[in-house]
């Protein structure tokens, strides 16, 4: 079936630096990418919609300026987190929906955990 | 508002069947999934729903009704591995999923 692969699986930075996760669909191409963000015990929240070749769409509540989202191609979404801090520590994951497919499975990446020191 | 309502929590007995409902309201319907996660990982794709009735998948089955705002997903001789969170995710007239906040199932021997 069709993979999604985030990178990295895992990071740990100082407060203050960025950090970029890629998401690449595999062997499908995707003009929609979804970011998400799930804290302890809670459910994911969706942070942005990422639109290949245009501005991503931000959730409520997202700073569009600390969350860079760039979608690039059609196999490529990355989630820039500028300036972390530990409060953004957090597991981010990825999602695509295959653009032949008409309103098909959401295919999701195997997340990133972010922890910031 | 947009509200997915699903149980926090549920137990069942290995070997058994059980039924984790969840209902829904959103703006506009572009179908209904269903994921299972288990803890540290991504969610997994169990099942999609776009029509009303019953779509069956081997041991897992979803069943979704439009007008009731309403889908449950069925779980059919229990395993072990079969312990995770089940979450149910409708997307809505922007095609944005929006997220239940997931049904934890503890199965017991």
């Known amino acids: 079936g069709a993979v999604v692969s985030q990178h990295p699986s895992w990071v740990i930075c100082k407060s203050g630096t960025s950090v970029k996760i890629e998401c690449r669909s595999l062997d499908f191409q995707a003009t929609t990418m979804f970011w998400y963000r799930q804290f302890p015990k809670q459910s994911l929240m969706l942070m942005a919609t990422s639109n290949e070749g245009s501005k991503a769409t931000y959730e409520q509540g997202v700073e569009k300026d600390k969350f860079l989202i760039n979608h690039a191609s059609l196999t490529l979404s990355t989630l820039t987190v500028t300036s972390a801090h530990p409060e953004d520590s957090s597991f981010y994951i990825c999602?695509?929906?295959?653009?032949?497919?008409?309103?098909?499975?959401?295919?999701f990446g195997e997340g990133s955990r972010l922890t910031v020191l | 508002g947009q509200n997915i309502d699903q149980p926090t929590e549920m137990t069942a007995t290995e070997g058994a069947i059980v039924q984790i409902n969840c209902t829904y309201q959103?703006?506009?319907?572009?179908?209904l999934f269903w994921y299972q996660q288990h803890a540290g990982e991504a969610p997994t794709f169990l099942s999609y729903?776009?029509l009303d009735g019953l779509e069956e998948k081997g041991r897992f089955s979803s069943f979704l009704s439009r007008s009731k705002g309403y889908s449950y997903l069925l779980l059919k001789e229990l395993q072990m591995k079969d312990s995770a969170s089940y979450l149910c995710a409708v997307v809505d007239s922007n095609y944005q999923l929006i997220w239940g906040a997931g049904t934890k199932l503890i199965i017991k021997p």
């Open positions: 729903n776009v």
């Open positions: 999602s695509a929906r295959d653009l032949e497919e008409e309103a098909g499975e959401l295919f």
């Open positions: 959103t703006s506009g319907f572009n179908g």
